[in-house]
Nanobody
């Protein structure tokens, strides 16, 4: 069983920055090298949206259209963590952000294809 826990959300003014972190745990410390990891977000009344993802070794990265050039995803397999650096935040970035894992070398942009989810962390951007 894989468990994910996000941290780092909060309230920030438009134009500001936040860094989200997700720590993974499993029976075997080496479990996460078999997983692609990613971030999704969900605003009230909207569908869960792809934000960014990393392949198992970080060699392939992908970003949602609305965050390209502003967000950066990075993973550290030695620590079982995946971070999301968010710069130049906008009010439309306000959402609950979820960390996700899928046992695959590469990732999917559809949320329904992912295997494990964190509990989510709230990000609120004020104008």
């Amino acid at each position: 069983q894989v468990q994910l826990a996000e941290s780092g959300g909060g309230l920030v003014q438009a134009g500001g920055s936040l860094r989200l972190s997700c720590a993974g745990s499993a029976a075997s410390p080496r479990t996460f090298v078999s997983y692609s990891l990613g971030w999704f977000r969900q605003a009230p009344g909207k569908e869960r949206e792809f934000v960014a993802a990393s392949s198992w070794n970080g060699g392939s990265l992908s970003y949602g259209e609305g965050v390209k050039g502003r967000f950066t995803i990075s993973r550290d397999n030695s620590k079982n963590t995946i971070d999301l650096q968010m710069n130049n935040l906008k009010p439309e970035d306000t959402a609950v952000y979820y960390c996700a894992a899928v046992k695959a070398a590469s990732y999917y942009k559809s949320w329904s294809s992912w295997d494990f989810w964190g509990q989510g962390t709230q990000v609120t951007v004020s104008s």
